[in-house]
């Protein structure tokens, strides 16, 4: 089954009079329970296609379904509600609120969605528990290292039961040692059936996927299983 499906992808901007197409005709479907990784030099487009298929932004031309559902012509309020119940963000520089606890960091997206307090709480300590955090739940980020921050930011991505977790650079900001504990994290959501596409530059952390999608100047240069 297909989570993600996109079809002649195209993405056009306006810098004054010049115009930069970021996409050129990009497709590919990405698969339930799939590890892939989205790797391209900067300027290649990679980041515009993350955020159109993170729902952040929408696509000049072109379809794109998530979990059968054409999002590609919807407006921004209608990606907003898709984007909290069917994508969970990991990002290089954590976005952690400093003077949340990481229960409270956790619990955020549930307040977004309405839920409950008493739900709120026992969601985000499930999540801070599936990350290996039961015993850091009252801790702000000052108070934790580089890799447990990260790790409170994975539970805040999975706090909503996502379809997809959409890892942009998660090691970026880490050393390798604790760059190695963060994908073996996501190795272990991976194994359990989480679909998990990485954003990343480097290709040894790109070669711990299942498979690569390359991108340059806009388009897909090589998709291939790893």
């Known amino acids: 089954m297909n989570v993600i499906e996109v079809n002649n992808l195209e993405k056009t901007y306006y810098v004054g009079d010049m ?80 003077r949340n606890t990481a229960l409270e960091n956790v619990m955020l997206p549930l307040k977004y969605a309405s839920v409950g ?23 702000r980020p000052s108070e934790l290292s580089g890799g447990q921050q990260q790790r409170v930011a994975i539970a805040r991505a999975l706090v909503n039961s996502p379809a997809i977790l959409f890892a942009d650079e998660p090691t970026g900001n880490l050393d390798s040692k604790t760059g190695e504990e963060v994908m073996n994290l996501l190795h272990e959501l991976n194994d359990k059936g989480q679909t998990i596409v990485l954003i990343t530059h480097e290709k040894e952390i790109a070669d711990q996927t299942e498979r690569t999608i390359f991108i340059r100047d806009g388009k897909i240069e090589s998709d291939a299983i790893n």
């Open 19 to 98: 115009e930069v197409n970021a996409l050129r005709g990009v497709s590919f479907n990405i698969l339930k329970s799939q590890f892939s990784a989205i790797m391209g030099p900067s300027g290649s487009g990679k980041s515009t296609l993350m955020h159109i298929i993170g729902c952040l932004d929408s696509p000049t031309k072109g379809e794109y379904h998530l979990n059968g559902e054409n999002v590609a012509n919807m407006q921004d309020d209608q990606l907003a509600k898709i984007r909290n119940k069917e994508i969970g963000f990991v990002f290089q520089k954590f976005h952690l609120l400093p």
């Open 117 to 139: 307090k008493t739900e709120r709480s026992k969601k985000a300590m499930e999540a801070l528990t599936q990350v290996g955090l039961a015993d850091r739940v009252d801790h």
